[in-house]
Structure formats: C-alpha cells, structure tokens
C-alpha cells in the first residue's frame, strides 16, 4: 500500500483541508497507516496533479485562506483497483523487538523500562480507540451497528487498532515480567 491510497481512503468521508487531513489522519488512519503532516501534504498535492482528488480555494477574513480537497472519479477507481488487488502479508518491524532480542546479552534495565512505557503509550491508545469506537457508533450497541451502521469501515479497522494495541501491551508487560524475574533469580546466585 502507498500512502496515497491512504489519503485517497480517509478523504472519501467528506471535503478536507490539509490540517483537516491531518487531525482525521491522526484519529483513523494511524490506526494502520503513519504519516507526518508534511507528508500529507506532499502527497496531497501529488494526488491533485495526478488527477486523484480535486482541490478549491476558501477565501477566509479573520484566517489565511485554505485549500479543501476531495476524492475525484479517478480517485475513487483508484481506490477500488487497489481494493481489487492481491494484499501483501504483514510484517513486524520494530527496534524494541531487536532490542528484546540482545537482552539477555547486553543488560536488561533499559529494555524493560522501554517495554513498560510502550505498554503504557498501548494503554493511553486503547483509552483513545475505545472513544472514538463509541463516537462512531452513537447510541448503537456494537452488533446493531456491525449490521446497519451506515459507514462501518473506519469501525473496523478501529476494531483493529483496538485488538493490536491490547496484545501489544499485553506482550510488553508479558515480557518485562518475564526480563524483572530472570533479573532477579541471577541477583540471588
């Protein structure tokens, strides 16, 4: 996947700015998909030259004026060719994992702090993610909007979100433990 389609994806729910992009970006998309705001933009304007999304000018009095964008025709048949074509396999690619790796080599007091924040930054994004699930389903239980929700896609790939950074955490506390007591059985020797 490139980063356009990700664009291309969080701009089908509406007209966006940059900054817009940007906050929507940070809410959905990063659930999947990271990206700088610098890079939104570059990338916005590649989609507009290309012909993928369509930008206009808001004149604005008290503010600097802004460009909105949104999905063209074009688009939105790049998006269902991508959507059609064969998903590659996902990959972990983490240093904390390398880092769990040489532990037992080098020292375990620094990874373990690092497995304990990351486990704490996992806690404060489940918070985050359990939010906005309850905002995108409104007054619904979770099975009535499955079923009838009008746009479920950013639910699910929230649902996602949710999932992983449960297990991540749950794997950083899992192996902290794991480092603290091996740590301590070779202090009593």
Known sequence: MALRHAV???????EY???QLAKAFDIGVANFWHALPQQLYAELAKLEKDGLVS?????QETRPNKRLFRVTDAGRAELETFAAAVSKPSFIRDDLLVKVQVADRIGTAAVIGQL???AAAADGKIELLGDLLRRLRGDADEEEFLLR?????????CLRGLAFEREHRDWCLRIAAVLEARQATRTER
Do not use: F, K
């Open 8 to 14: 291309l994806a969080a701009l089908l729910d509406g």
């Open 55 to 59: 930008g206009r000018q808001v004149i």
């Open 116 to 118: 304990q924040e990351r």
């Open 149 to 157: 929700g009008e746009r479920i896609g950013p639910y699910l790939t």
């Open 17 to 19: 700015s940059g900054y």
